[in-house]
């Protein structure tokens, strides 16, 4: 699964882990995420991740 960048902040949100933070299990692709998830870091949008290669 492909891990994704958070543009503001620079947190990595990794599909392995999910963010148990905000109750997203492990295995959770980020296009599976809630549209109205945020970086649990800075609060940023999804729209403001970058997938990183």
Known sequence: MEKWKCEVCGYIYDPETGDPDGNIPPSTPF???PE?????????????????T
């Open 36 to 52: 109205d998830w945020v970086c649990p870091v800075c609060g940023a949008t999804k729209d403001q991740f970058e997938k990183v």
């Open 31 to 33: 296009e599976k995420l």
